[in-house]
């Protein structure tokens, strides 16, 4: 399987996981809406209920089931909540993740087809030295396809030995005849 075949296969994962992880958030959602309620409804009766007498033993199982068992539900409904924006927070990095994926894919075509801009490297004569340029009075040399001269008509050639200009920190033309390491 070829590195882009691979890189299609997890693009494509990328995308279809999140599918069902959709509905299952929404369900936990709702479930956390839904419990909030009813377990505020509990705890209330509870106290209501612990409230109207004044007899400890007739106090405790209102406390029980409706103050213990409202607030699990509250703790429970507030758990629901928090997962279901994880959930959602993590569909949303796995579709950018796969956008990103989809960019840098998209950049390292156009960079085997044209030139990266992102790689050192140049234009290079037939000669098989690099073509050094400036603009009329600048005070830098660049590769001849550096992205920041690169549509200028009024480029003037630079030797390489150039004392008085400094290489731009873009396109790097002093590394560009140096070997590159694998």
């Not at 924006?85 to 390292?108: F, G, P």
């Not at 390489?160 to 920190?169: A, E, F, L, N, S």
Request: glycine share 12%; with cysteine.
């Amino acid at each position: 399987m070829s590195d882009r075949d691979q890189h299609e296969l997890d693009t494509e994962t990328l995308r279809h996981v999140g599918a069902p992880l959709r509905k299952i958030d929404q369900v936990m959602e709702i479930a956390g809406i839904a419990l909030l309620p009813i377990g505020l409804t509990l705890m209330l009766i509870g106290w209501y209920g612990a409230a109207k007498t004044g007899w400890v033993f007739e106090q405790i199982p209102y406390l029980i089931s409706g103050g213990l068992i409202g607030l699990g539900m509250v703790f429970a409904a507030g758990s629901l909540y928090l997962a279901s924006w994880i959930s959602r927070s993590s569909a949303w990095n796995r579709h950018q993740t796969a956008l990103l994926l989809d960019a840098l894919e998209e950049l390292k075509h156009v960079g085997a087809l044209g030139g990266s801009a992102f790689a050192p490297g140049g234009s290079v004569n037939g000669a098989g030295a690099t073509r050094l340029v400036a603009t009329p009075r600048g005070s830098m040399f660049h590769l001849a396809d550096c992205p920041i001269v690169a549509n200028r008509d009024d480029l003037r050639e630079v030797a390489r030995g150039t004392d008085d200009m400094k290489p731009c920190g873009m396109c790097s033309p002093l590394e560009a005849d140096a070997p590159v390491a694998h």
